[in-house]
């Protein structure tokens, strides 16, 4: 049984994107993915995300995160949202991963704009409304022109709000004047994609966020929300700047490079990556350890 929702926050509010743990000769760890996955939740995550691009679903196989899905439903599917990355250029294939995951039983699935073919908003429309028919499962869009190429226009964003099972967006636009018209205009649950954004996005309406640095702050990120929820602002904001280094750091590469980079420095599970993607060099760990530092978290 999913964990439970209401319609302001179908997902919860603190979600972590989950790395894919690996083993050192690069095959899936699922024990791992499990202890990382009770960690994460024991932390303050009301929910996780399998599958994302920080879960570098371009390199896992369709078995491999059929496997994953699973394997976090086994560990804490009773205590927390388990939404399954699903989203891909292809919209069939895409169908064909929302209905596993459904039939694995994840809370709801993740949905990212087709990235590479540059499709028009009507084309998006589309496959994203595919995606809503095609299992019972509520939908998270997820709206990252940086990696797509594209974004989902408000207008676009207005007309999928309409779908009974689209009830959500995580928004990686770094735009806060379009988020609060979109927020506005769609009535749909507004979850931070970004970050450095997290605590501005709340401030226009967002209800929650889907974070990276969630791996190594998730109770920080539970504190800043809790107290923007109990109007103390003056909190909240010293939150946010305390975690600034952390924030930076993270994202002085690639996220997911420095995602598990860190996880080995505290000694959780993540392992190596699979290329494309490579390890820190000794001088991006040493940088990474100073952010953190910084930024209070412990080594």
Do not use: C
Not at 27 to 51: E, K, S, Y
Not at 59 to 71: C, G, I, M, S
Not at 269 to 278: H, I, N
């Amino acid at each position: 049984m999913a964990p439970i929702s209401t319609p302001q926050t179908p997902f919860g509010r603190v979600l972590t994107a989950m790395i894919t743990p690996f083993t050192a000769d690069g095959a899936l760890d699922l024990d791992g993915a499990q202890r990382l996955a009770v960690h994460l939740v024991d932390a303050g995550n009301d929910g996780l995300i399998i599958n994302g691009t920080t879960g570098e679903s371009p390199t896992t196989t369709d078995a491999e995160k059929n496997d994953l899905v699973r394997a976090v439903l086994e560990a804490v599917g009773d205590r927390a949202h388990v939404v399954a990355g699903i989203g891909t250029n292809d919209t069939r294939h895409t169908l064909e991963l929302a209905r596993q995951a459904e039939r694995t039983g994840a809370h709801g699935l993740l949905a990212v704009t087709p990235y590479y073919s540059k499709p028009p908003q009507e084309g998006l429309y589309r496959h994203f409304t595919a995606i809503a028919d095609a299992t019972e499962l509520p939908v998270m869009l997820y709206d990252i022109p940086g990696r797509s190429g594209v974004p989902i226009n408000t207008e676009t964003l207005v007309r999928l709000a309409e779908h009974p099972r689209i009830v959500a967006n995580k928004d990686a636009k770094g735009d806060l004047g379009r988020a609060s018209w979109a927020i506005a205009q769609s009535g749909l649950a507004w979850y931070s994609g970004d970050d450095m954004l997290n605590l501005p996005l709340l401030s226009v309406g967002a209800v929650g966020f889907v974070s990276v640095v969630g791996h190594v702050v998730s109770p920080e990120l539970r504190a800043m929300l809790d107290a923007h929820l109990a109007g103390d602002v003056q909190k909240a904001t010293e939150i946010h700047q305390k975690l600034l280094p952390v924030f930076t750091g993270m994202f002085r590469t690639q996220g997911v490079m420095t995602t598990k980079g860190a996880l080995n420095l505290q000694g959780l599970p993540a392992g190596p990556l699979r290329l494309p993607l490579v390890g820190l060099t000794d001088e991006e760990t040493a940088q990474l350890k100073i952010d953190l530092a910084a930024g209070g978290v412990q080594l």
